[in-house]
């Protein structure tokens, strides 16, 4: 038997050495240590699924396998890959494995009412890698995937999931994955523009469907709060103008403006600084250990009523609000423009966690949805919480307002007015003696903000 010269060998058992210490890992990690009740052959035996999709018996073994890695979730099964792609050669049933390329010929059925129940999964779906025999087998697609047309794009993903079959070569041909991570690029076919910015700066814009699902309600740990806040200071670097848009715009058409690149005039109220624990992955996926949020008014024609959405109390039942010319915008955003911080400083401190700030802006930015919260006001009146347009700020901008082309600033001419009236009523008060002259300011003062807010 021939024999290594020893210098090849030692070279050999240094760089095997090598490797170790630095932690790489030359093959992925099988997952089936975290996957109850299944061993390989469970696993390959799911793929009969993808021969005859009507039989319940393939239904619901597929199910229970997808069920089980969705519990896992996609990070669980990132942290067995292998360090390179190029370790992915040869591959078991439940090893860890990660596809990228482009999706086709989705299609799905429903499972069995009963474990649909159980498992909280009423349909499954698979698709083909573009241009090659390989399928994914996974519990649910992006929705713009499932066009009512039936019509099929393909559609560039990456997707991280465990072996369930592979061909006469070895090679997996079949996986099963918790869900297939999507970053449309210009071939795909997407709701609005703002999902390519959004996916070219990182942002799996298959999960912007848990935002849809969540309109007009309040923040949920399911949504892509953080990475698209992160997303949106990326994007908002180099994106081209925005479009356009009102208050009313964002709350006639949530649902399908969500995730649009969009700009818009506001004025801003109060800024809060939320700070974020130390190490937490929100700071992480932010960068910072810190974002800001704006409460706004934006302008509005007319006005916009919310109807009560609790039971009428015994002080009075609900009541309908009503605003007039303005409505509640709420935007968070990276950071602040330096004039913006200069008034926060002035008004409460460059540190503060909280300022009131009345200051009209620009806000260039991804509109994320409705959302809904508390406030004093709307509880008052026993009518709920309070919703209105959420936008992740990419830019932001104090404003000048300009004085109008015909050279009358009309604000300016209303605000003398009441100015005058303020006066007036002063005086009236001095001279009847009801009422004291700092209490009427004040009263006049509150419903000059209220009818006479500042330009937007």
Request: glycine fraction near 8%; aromatic fraction near 8%; charge should be negative.
């Amino acid at each position: 038997m021939s024999r290594l010269p020893l210098r090849n060998v030692l070279t050999a058992a240094l760089a095997i050495a090598c490797l170790a210490c630095s932690g790489q890992r030359l093959q992925a990690e099988s997952a089936l240590e975290l996957l109850s009740e299944f061993d390989a052959q469970g696993v390959a035996d799911a793929a009969s699924w993808l021969g005859k999709p009507n039989d319940e018996a393939a239904q619901t073994q597929v199910a229970q396998l997808l069920f089980q890695l969705r519990r896992v979730g996609q990070d669980g099964l990132r942290k067995r890959l292998p360090d390179s792609d190029a370790a992915q050669a040869s591959r078991q049933p439940g090893d860890v494995i990660r596809w990228t390329g482009r999706a086709t010929k989705v299609a799905g059925s429903s499972i069995p009412e009963t474990q649909a129940e159980v498992l909280e999964m009423p349909r499954v779906f698979r698709f083909q890698m573009e241009d090659s025999p390989r399928y994914v087998i996974t519990p649910e697609v992006p929705s713009p995937w499932l066009r009512p047309d039936g019509s099929s794009h393909s559609h560039a993903i990456e997707v991280i999931g465990i072996v369930v079959r592979t061909d006469e070569q070895g090679q997996p041909d079949v996986i099963a994955a918790p869900r297939a991570q999507w970053f449309p690029d210009q071939d795909d076919v997407v709701p609005t523009e703002g999902w390519r910015l959004l996916a070219a700066a990182g942002l799996d814009c298959g999960r912007l469907d848990a935002v849809r699902r969540h309109d007009k309600q309040p923040l949920s740990a399911e949504e892509p709060f953080y990475e698209m806040l992160a997303a949106a200071q990326q994007a908002g670097r180099s994106a081209p103008s925005p479009q356009a848009v009102s208050v009313l715009d964002l709350l006639k058409d949530s649902r399908r403006r969500i995730g649009q690149w969009v700009s818009l005039p506001v004025e801003s109220v109060r800024v809060t600084k939320i700070v974020l624990p130390a190490g937490s992955s929100a700071a992480e996926q932010i960068g910072q250990d810190h974002y800001w949020q704006l409460d706004t008014f934006g302008h509005v024609d007319g006005h916009v009523v919310i109807e009560p959405t609790d039971e009428p109390s015994g002080q009075g039942g609900a009541e309908r609000i009503e605003f007039a010319n303005r409505y509640p915008v709420s935007l968070v955003a990276y950071n602040l423009p330096e004039p913006l911080m200069q008034a926060i400083e002035r008004q409460a401190g460059r540190d503060a966690a909280v300022a009131m700030v009345r200051q009209p802006l620009s806000v260039q930015g991804f509109y994320y949805r409705q959302w809904s919260y508390d406030t004093e006001f709307v509880q008052s009146r026993h009518a709920g919480r309070q919703f209105g347009p959420l936008l992740m700020a990419s830019r932001l901008s104090v404003r000048d307002v300009a004085l109008p082309a015909d050279g009358i600033n009309w604000q300016a001419v209303v605000a003398g007015v009441f100015l005058v009236g303020l006066i007036a009523i002063a005086a009236g008060s001095w001279w009847i003696g009801r009422r004291d002259r700092q209490h009427v300011l004040r009263r006049r003062q509150q419903e000059m903000d209220e009818e006479f807010p500042l330009s937007t």
